[in-house]
Every structure is written in C-alpha cells, then in structure tokens.
C-alpha cells in the first residue's frame, strides 16, 4: 500500500493509539483490515477518497465470497467506519460511504438435534431402568426420568412447562395435555400412545399434590437442573455424548422430526408454542434437506447411477 491512501491509513493508525490508546494488536489488525480496503478500491480505480457506498458493499460481498465468516465481515466494516468517520473528522472527505451500509448478520445456529436412532436409544434406556429392580427411591427416579423423556419427544414443550406440569393439565384419558406456556398463553397438545401409556402408568403412583413432578424444593415440583442433569446421566449411560445432551436437544429433535417426516411448519409451530412463526422457521434446514433429496430423487433428469 504506497501513495496518498497509504497516508490516509498511516494518519488514522496514528490517531487510533496517540488519541484512542489502542494496542499494538489492535493497530496492526487495522493496518491489515484497511489495507485489504484500500487494494480493493484500487483495483477497482477508486480510493478511500472518492468510494462511495456501493464500493463498501462490493467489498463486503467479495469478503463473504472468499469465506469470511459474518462475525469478521462485521469486525472489517466496523474498521471502514472509523476510518471514513476519521477523514470526514479531518475534513478530507464531507461524506461517510459506510453511514448507511448494514452491518453483516451472522446466520442463527442451528439447533443441536440427535438422530431419531439415538432418540429411541434414550427411550429404550429410560424404559429398561425404569422396569429394573432398585430400591423404592431409585425406582422412583428412574420411572420419572422415562416419563419426563416420553413427554418430552412426544410434545415438544419447553422444559420449564414440562417439569412445571400440574396433574389438571393431564385430559381425556392422558390424550392431551393443557400447557400453559409464555406470556401465559393456554395450548392443548396431543399425546402420542407411548407416552399417554407411561402417564397412565405414572399418575397413580404419585402422592397427593397438585404436580405432575412433585419435588421437596421451594416450587414443589422437579426442578429444571434436577432434570438436565438425570438426562445427561441416562445419555452417557446410553454411548451419547453428554455435551450433546439437554432437554431442550430433545425439544429440538422433536421439531426436527416432525418436520423430517412431513409435518406443516405451521403446526410445528402450534405445537411448540412459538407466537411467530420466525421462530419455528429455524428448522427449516430440515425442509430444505427434504426438498432437495425430493429433488434428486425423483427429477427426470437426476442420475440414476
């Protein structure tokens, strides 16, 4: 980087640690950022004096072409910022390029999810413990965990409606439950048989009281940690790593699934108890996975090998 945008960078790294106080890292990652700027403006016969707004965006885009991640798009750009927001200070230029170009999101993670073979080994674990022979205390446990987990993936609640569960909410026959979920919004969701038979099972052995896991702590039922951490156990007992494991990895899976196997995004949605559907839009890789298998498979043109 030589001449008169060499200069401008070289003033502006000066200002940033006689002025800003920055370090030497934070200097030089500048000095690199800018430079790569600067290069691109002069390939394209342009400067850091003269670029305008669609100069900025071509750079951001070459960026995210090469790989560059959402989060050091962002971090290049902030760069751009103080440096034109620098010459504008100075009055060597009167406008600012990157005063209206929106700063690069990065893509929401997808949610953890387990495979539908490593959610019945769970199951089947849960179900074995729970029919062993033990003491009446670990019985109890174990037959809660398998009842918490058939919920669970039949449901899709969240963890704090689960373990929150009075035995009021349970309907016609253990068919449907009654959720009360955020902001206090009331949805019925359906059972399926699996897990209608375990609370068919379960209800009749509980001590009176309004929960559906009742607990000895303050609320007076289960706890969210008491749960997340029996599953890990019951997953690290099953080969699943325990990393992977939280209920909320079952609730992912159950939305997953659903969605795998030919369920509306609209009634996932319901289901969830999501307000918008934005939300539930997350698992939508899954449908995008599906189209394109649907795709290949059955295309006239796909290869048949």
């Known amino acids: ?62 960026l995210a072409g090469e790989g560059l991640s959402a989060s050091s798009s962002a971090r290049r750009l902030s760069a751009l910022r103080q440096f034109h927001r620098f010459l504008c200070a100075d009055g060597v230029r009167a406008d600012d390029p990157t005063r209206i170009v929106a700063s690069p999101k990065a893509r929401r993670p997808l949610p953890k999810v387990l495979s539908i073979e490593e959610v019945a080994r769970l199951l089947e674990l849960a179900e074995a413990e729970a029919n062993a022979e033990a003491s009446p205390a670990k019985e109890a446990v174990a037959v809660r965990l398998y009842v918490l987990l058939e919920l669970l ?13 009075k035995r009021a909410a349970v309907m016609r026959d253990a068919s449907f439950l009654t959720v009360v979920g955020k902001g206090q919004k009331e949805r019925v ?38 749960f997340a951490r029996d599953l890990k156990g019951l997953a690290g007992r099953a080969g699943i790593g325990t990393a992977r494991i939280a209920p909320h990895v079952l609730r992912h899976a159950f939305a997953s699934h659903l ?10 949605q319901t289901l969830l108890g999501h307000a918008d559907i934005s939300t539930t839009q997350i698992y939508t890789h899954v449908l995008d996975e599906k189209l394109r298998t649907l795709v290949e498979t059955h295309h006239p043109l796909a290869d048949r090998d």
Do not use: C
């Not at 795998?260 to 996932?268: I, K, P, Q, T, W």
């Open 1 to 62: 980087m030589t001449g008169p945008a060499s200069h401008l960078v070289g003033s502006f790294l000066e200002m940033m640690s006689a002025e800003r106080g920055a370090a030497a890292n934070t200097i030089a990652a500048y000095g690199r950022d800018l430079g790569d700027y600067v290069g691109f403006l002069a390939d394209a016969g342009s400067s850091p004096l003269a670029a305008g707004r669609e100069q900025v965006v071509a750079y951001l885009t070459r």
């Open 153 to 165: 993936y039949a449901t899709g609640l969240r963890v704090s409606e689960l373990v929150g569960l």
């Open 259 to 268: 969605l795998a196997g030919g369920a509306d995004l609209r009634v996932v």
């Open 189 to 226: 969701v359906p059972v399926n048989d699996r897990a209608r038979d375990a609370l068919k099972a379960y209800v009749p052995t509980l001590p009176p009281g309004p929960w559906l896991f009742p607990a000895a702590g303050e609320t007076g039922h289960l706890s969210r940690q008491v």
